[in-house]
């Protein structure tokens, strides 16, 4: 109900609104869904103008370094570690069965399909997709965003087409990376530390652990790549004025990009096993 | 061509539910300086952005050069923001770019400079505004807010803009600073020809470089058929103006706006 009241100082007719609990709800589920619409509206423009207009290589290449090579060191630490911790969980229940020998094909398995690219593509929203957030969101405060139309130039060719490239072409190489460092992490605590026999270890690894494994976890990341760098984006050409603006644009460049990445995580599991189960019937294939 | 360069015509700007311009018709003439004054909130910067296209009125045609800005496609609006210069209130320097990159930026989007002739009128910019030699490899973060301003201002003209577009260029600097501006915007006033928006509070900008001056009140305080424009004139006049509220803005007396604020305190207190 809206009702119009009179202030008795500036004669000015006020509209006062009364919200009720439903009223709240109604409007979170409209901000949500033109969140959606202006996401998907963003995301096309984006692709339009990949098409229309190769970025220079002088914004390209700080792009590809601030994205790519600036992310290497955290990548290869938190793909050490998730290989090193599954092989120390892991190993205790595979002993009890006198499975031990099995533990290099559940941990490869594992990193190759799942948790390098997941846990990659999160590392990478942290860093990458936050800090995109905060420092477009920032232009935009600044009116540095404003400024690059006025110069004619269009800000989404020349601010996200080269970071969603980036984004794209470089987080394939780093799950590659987070997954060579996991087995690698997941191998010497196995058989260095938990005295697994190493022939063994290898040797169920490459029965169990093929290309197309490697491959199903390398084309996942392409799409997270895509997600986290047109969702930060977004998030950041939409901040609100402000420190606070910034901030929880940045914030929330992380929270929507991992559950983007959990959603097509869940959604090209499922394409991949029914792809699969189509082409191999007789075969296993949960990705 | 002797039409007006920008027309805006019954322009009306609204931001979800508040209105910001309502009924508003302006034509500047080629090569004239206008200055925009009116209190903080009454619309004066949205006037600019949508003077070059970066917003879109609700209602009403902005036409510059006699075209619709509404029917151009993005590219063609694109081309013409390269006739205008833009010096933005905190001049919205790049932060990630050098102060040569800054400047050089138009000419290299727009492939109308490059190697020699590129690092020549990067120089003359910085020259003409008064910067010295050795600044280009700085980084904005590393300059004082006046010569953030001009450099911002260098950017603006490295293009040879038709249009100079100027948003409170004199804020936050200091008195001298606050000359040196204004006489760099009569500086390219004179030697450019360029038509000049200036959007300030400052009275001495108006006098020293105005050939006519818009007054502008916030909608928020008039009345549904109050115009939204207090004066339009040359800046001699304002004194003289009949309205109160225009010789007020102008000796910077706060009057009728005081005692608003006391009822306003009065209705809270009541």
Not at chain 1, 52 to 59: C, L, T, Y
Not at chain 1, 192 to 218: K, M, N, P, T
Request: net charge neutral; charged share 20%.
């Amino acid at each position: 109900m809206s009702s119009a009241h009179v202030s008795p100082s500036t004669q000015i007719p006020v509209l006062i609104l009364e919200t009720t609990p439903i009223h709240r709800v109604g409007q979170r589920v409209y901000d949500s869904v033109a969140e959606i619409g202006s996401l998907t509206e963003f995301s096309a423009i984006t692709v339009s103008w990949l098409v229309r207009r190769w970025p220079r290589w002088s914004v390209l290449i700080p792009s590809f370094y601030a994205i790519g090579v600036s992310s290497v060191p955290v990548v290869a630490v938190t793909g050490t570690f998730i290989g090193m911790v599954l092989a120390v969980q892991a190993h205790t229940q595979f002993a009890m069965m006198g499975l031990e020998t099995r533990l290099g094909s559940v941990i490869n398995i594992s990193l190759v399909k799942e948790l390098g690219p997941v846990l990659a593509a999160t590392m990478l929203a942290g860093r990458v997709g936050s800090s995109m957030a905060a420092e477009l969101g920032t232009m935009r405060v600044t009116e540095q965003i404003d400024a690059l139309s006025a110069l004619g130039t269009n800000p989404i060719s020349y601010l996200v087409v080269p970071r969603l490239l980036a984004c794209v072409l470089l987080i394939p190489l780093l799950t590659l990376m987070a997954d060579f460092m996991g087995v690698i992490g997941g191998a010497v605590v196995s058989t260095q530390f938990l005295r697994v026999d190493s022939y063994h270890y290898w040797y169920h690894s490459r029965q169990y652990v093929g290309g197309l494994d490697i491959f199903a976890g390398v084309l996942k990341s392409y799409f997270f790549g895509a997600a986290i760098a047109l969702v930060s984006c977004h998030r950041g050409f939409h901040s609100k004025a402000g420190a606070e603006g910034v901030g929880k644009a940045a914030t929330e460049a992380f929270v929507f990009s991992f559950i983007a990445i959990l959603a097509i995580d869940f959604v090209i599991g499922i394409l991949w096993n029914t792809v699969y189960y189509g082409i191999w019937p007789d075969t296993a294939g949960l990705l | 061509m002797n039409g007006p360069i920008l027309e805006l015509n019954q322009i009306s700007m609204r931001f979800g539910r508040q209105n910001v311009l309502r009924n508003l018709t302006i034509h500047v003439k080629r090569g004239e300086t206008l200055c925009v004054i009116g209190e903080s909130g009454c619309g004066k910067t949205v006037l600019l952005k949508l003077m070059i296209g970066l917003l879109k009125p609700t209602r009403g045609v902005v036409k510059f050069d006699g075209q619709d800005l509404a029917g151009l496609k993005q590219h063609e609006l694109a081309k013409m923001r390269i006739r205008f210069g833009f010096l933005f209130q905190m001049a919205a320097l790049f932060d990630s770019l050098t102060i040569f990159d800054n400047v050089a930026f138009g000419l290299r989007e727009h492939n109308l400079a490059e190697g020699d002739a590129l690092t020549r009128i990067v120089a003359e910019r910085l020259q003409e505004v008064g910067l010295p030699p050795g600044l280009e490899g700085k980084k904005p973060a590393e300059l004082s807010g006046g010569q953030r301003k001009r450099v911002g201002l260098a950017r603006a003209l490295a293009l040879n803009p038709e249009v100079m577009l100027y948003d409170e260029p004199t804020t936050g600097l200091d008195p001298i600073m606050t000359d040196v501006i204004n006489e760099l915007i009569l500086q390219t006033q004179r030697t450019k020809k360029a038509t000049g928006i200036v959007v300030t509070h400052e009275m001495k900008t108006v006098t020293k470089v105005a050939d006519r001056v818009v007054m502008l009140y916030p909608l928020a305080r008039l009345g549904p058929q109050d115009s939204q424009i207090l004066y339009d004139g040359p800046p001699e006049g304002l004194e003289e103006s009949p309205d109160l509220r225009v010789r007020q803005f102008v000796r910077g007396e706060a009057g009728e706006r005081l005692r608003e604020l006391a009822q306003q305190r009065e209705a809270v207190t009541d």
